[in-house]
């Protein structure tokens, strides 16, 4: 709120006359919808923003300070300007040499900020270094700084904490990714399993069958020297006949061999890409387990064998082989050479 000096009525009339300028709505100078394209006065208001402009920066709480030939000045400045703006806004059409007039008014009008500058520069550097409060100034700066260091030792606390929290989400993504590969190679394992099962099925049935057709050609063979064509007339047609039922009776026993041993070489491969998917799911629960890495060791080359030895399933005879089993390459790479070996 200004400082009144209400026993100076010079002080009075500077400070309603610097007050009705710094309130002036330059808006209302264009006036577009009456005096219409040419005449109109939108390039009055950047002048006259500037124009007040610089009568605000003169405070109403710093007139009480002026003595009176200053206020009389401020008075007498902020009268004119106002008076400009009068005339801009009683401006109409119908004035004599309307265009030469509003021309004229935009030319003072432009002119007239040097010489108001040039009248209240010195009270104007007063008036702001008056309204200026350095004590205020200097706490609010303190206030602002205290403000940001807070905000900065919060701000490290907050990155600490986040770096917490990412090294352990980092971890569990390694982890997840660890357990992902571990399913990924068990996927194949399973793939795999599934193909020859579905094979084994395929060939049981075509099993099946060759057995059913081999029984009906054993039932049909005892009838066929009955039947009158393929009667036997002499000792040769006999043999001949003989020889030509067990031809067909060999190829059909050799196709069912044939499809019964695809049956069981297939179920075979099933059952042990079933037990290595298996072993794979579960080493690493095991491996996790075992806090020691000499037991780790171990349950890795107990897992390797089970995954990659041969297994007897029942379907497929197994032979012994001269080659090194997976448990004991595993053992011999996991274990420490010296210079001397």
């Known amino acids: 709120m200004a400082e009144e000096n209400t026993d100076n009525p010079i002080w009075t009339d500077t400070y309603k006359a610097l007050e009705r300028l710094q309130q002036f709505d330059v808006s209302a100078l264009p006036r577009e919808d009456v005096l219409g394209s040419e005449l109109n006065f939108s390039a009055a208001v950047p002048d006259a923003k500037r124009l007040i402009g610089l009568f605000s920066q003169i405070s109403l709480t710093s007139l009480a300070d002026l003595p009176n030939p200053h206020l009389e000045s401020i008075k007498n400045q ?17 004035d004599a040499n309307a265009f030469d007039r509003r021309n004229s008014l935009l030319k003072q009008l ?11 520069h010195p009270l104007i550097s007063y008036s ?6 350095f004590k205020g100034l200097e706490t609010q700066a303190r206030a602002a700084l205290q403000a940001m260091e807070d905000q900065a030792t919060a701000l490290v606390s907050q990155l600490e904490r986040d770096k917490t929290t990412a090294s352990s989400v980092l971890e569990e993504i390694r982890q997840v990714a660890g357990e992902q590969g571990v ?20 060939w049981r049935k075509t099993t099946t069958k060759m057995a059913w057709l081999m029984g009906a050609y054993a039932a049909l063979s005892l009838f066929l020297h009955k039947i009158p064509w ?20 060999a190829v059909i026993s050799y196709m069912l061999y044939l499809a019964a041993r695809n049956f069981l070489s297939h179920k075979h491969n099933a059952i042990v890409n079933k037990h290595r998917q298996n072993a794979l799911v579960t ?7 075992a806090k020691d890495d000499d037991k780790k060791d171990i349950i890795l080359a107990n897992a390797s064998s089970c995954i990659f ?13 001269s080659a090194p ?14 210079p001397d070996e």
């Open 78 to 94: 902020a009268n004119a300007a106002y008076n400009r703006f009068e005339e801009i806004l009683a401006f109409t059409q119908k």
């Open 110 to 120: 432009d002119s007239s900020y040097d010489g108001v500058f040039n009248k209240l």
């Open 128 to 133: 702001t270094s008056r309204s200026a409060d």
């Open 183 to 202: 399913s990924q190679q068990a996927y194949y394992f399973s793939e795999e399993a599934k193909h020859h099962d579905d094979e084994a099925e395929s």
């Open 230 to 249: 393929l009667a036997p007339a002499s000792t040769y047609d006999s043999i001949q006949l003989a020889v030509s039922k067990m031809l067909i009776f």
């Open 283 to 289: 080493y690493k629960a095991l491996a996790d387990a």
């Open 309 to 321: 030895s041969p297994q007897s399933t029942g379907y497929s005879r197994v032979g012994s082989s």
């Open 325 to 338: 089993s997976a448990k004991s390459v595993v053992e011999l790479l996991t274990k420490p050479f010296s």
